[in-house]
């Protein structure tokens, strides 16, 4: 199976410590959304989509570069994040990127969320919240996740 992770981890390498632990587990390639032709996606089984949450929007450059994708008959796709805080239930931002990837053509088959230290502003003032995470437990997730995204994928191929 062959598998890329596209991820845009910016402020304290949160969402690349993921990304990181997840590609162990699948034999994945981590890379940014400005590293990779968009069109070199269709060569993959599996494909996933990271950042860390800004503004409870998923980054700026992972939505572009999703955006900017050609609808064409894709595989597979999953969907992660670290934040601060949980998705709150008035602003679904994941479900509107997953849509957003399904419009292009994939089939996202899985969300993961941890926690990651956050220092947005007002929280910057005392010092950020989540302070440590992702932690040991929040990577052991991760690497669960990937396990059973693995498996998921090997008895549908």
């Known amino acids: 199976m062959k598998v890329v992770i596209v991820c845009t981890s910016v402020s304290y390498g949160n969402t690349q410590r993921v990304a990181e632990t997840m590609a162990e587990v699948l034999g994945a390639r981590v890379v940014a959304p400005g ?22 929007r998923f980054h700026p450059e992972l939505r572009r570069f999703i955006a900017a994708l050609p609808v064409a008959h894709r595989g597979a796709a999953f969907v992660f994040r670290t934040s601060g805080f949980p998705e709150p239930p008035f602003r679904r931002y994941t479900r509107t990127l997953t849509r957003g990837i399904e419009k292009k053509g994939f089939d996202v088959i899985d969300l993961f969320g941890c926690r990651g230290y956050d220092t947005w502003l007002p929280l910057r ?9 992702p932690d040991a437990t929040d990577i052991a997730a991760a690497r669960t996740f990937a396990e059973k995204l693995r498996a998921k994928t090997t008895t549908t191929a």
């Open 35 to 56: 590293d990779i032709d968009p069109a070199e996606l269709a060569g993959y089984d599996l494909v996933g989509f990271g950042s860390g949450i800004y503004n409870m």
């Open 125 to 133: 003032l005392v010092g950020g919240i989540r302070k440590g995470h």
